[in-house]
């Protein structure tokens, strides 16, 4: 995969979205960023003092899957014997249901939660290791326009109170629109940055 | 019952069996290792009978050969039709091996039977220390491993996202599934050892959601059933194989059923 013309810098607190096509490069780009891909040339700087949390697109959890809410965000969890430990890390667990939502859900299994439910749960698996910035992989693609509307509200909330960086990779135009305050425009690997007002319906279908 | 050597030999290797193997079936379920576990178990028939046959024991050539193959199925295509369809190829071509084997070298076929079957009277004081060595190893690994294991087998997709080195926690986690295949089958035999290997972690699975309880039910499950099969072997002479399957698969129906039952109300 070769991108051309990339040339972009995202902020601290930015709210920031991509978009374009299937096949564009967006999460190659994402991973890229994360270290998960190799790049052949050019330079890609990421402050490493930054954590990243990464919330990814597709997860195989079926209706058997056997955690609930809670033991799912605790996977992200650092090994401890330390009973102190285990204390400030049950404050964080608590501290995050909370902030995304799911205290009252915590004791559902996941394979039996909504849509919604499970994103929020995934959210806040990555929300665990404080990342200072958090990137949404098509979190919203297959979820009702309510219930869309509830996660990128959660989302924007961390982003203006606690000044995470945000990036969104999307198809979704109206959501980027309303939530977002930047938009990088993939197409043929090419980018470009254009106006969030200007973003149109059609720039998800083209090319690819 | 416990008068008798063998008897006293037998639970103390079945209880090691059923720890390892109740504590690995939750991460072969959790991993949908379950069809490779049972093909390890028939791998491993022909390491022991190819370890009868160059006069080394069939623990020793169990170990060899799910080890090695273990690794390599590590390192094979991950595409998962490609991977069910290469798995079954080497299973038939290993069953086949196995049968080799034995007709190979001179000794009866009721050890055949042993090996594939398992057996309660076929088990030396020497072979327990083997199988308590290897299963407190298979036990101190899962400890090292439990945090990133759990992660990476409950969630793999979020443990990749979060930077965890899953290459290296599969080839573990197959090492341990390995050694827990040819620990089992000494006593259960190599033809049913996956049994313990899927079905208390797959029932445990209706009951509880956490890895702790899911860790502990399984192994609950798997103690169980080859205590209650050793008992009844021993007052039926029957083959105990057949009581731990038995145990094993009712226990998995009720959970299923209790499941269900639980959905709808």
Redesign the interface.
Known sequence: MVFQNLNFQINDGDFISLIGPNGSGKTTLVKMIMGLEKKSSGDLIVDHKQTIGYVPQFRNIDIDYPLNIEQFVRLNLKFTLSPKKRQSDNQLIKRILEKTGLTALKDRPLGLASGGEKQKAYLAQALLNDPKVLILDESTASLDVEVKMQLMDLVAELNQNEKLTVIFITHDYELTKKYTHRALFFRDHELQEVDVKDVSEDMFEMGG | MFEYEFMREAFIASTFIAITAGLVGVFVV?RNMSFLSHTLSEIGFAGASFGILVGISPLAGMIIFTLISSVAVGSLSSESSRREASISAISSLFIGLGILFLSLSSESSSYATNILFGSIVGISSKEVNQLMILALFVIFVFIIF???L??DS??H???????LKTRLLSVAFLVTLALSVSIGAQIVGSLLVFVLLTLPGAT???L????PK?IMVSVGLSLAGVWLGLYLAFVTNWPVTFFISAFEVIAYFLGLSY?NWK?NH
Do not use: Q, T
């Open positions: 959790s439990y945090k990133p759990s992660f409950f969630d997709i979020g443990a990749r996202a979060a930077g445990a699975k209706y509880v959601h956490s890895v899911l499941k959905l």
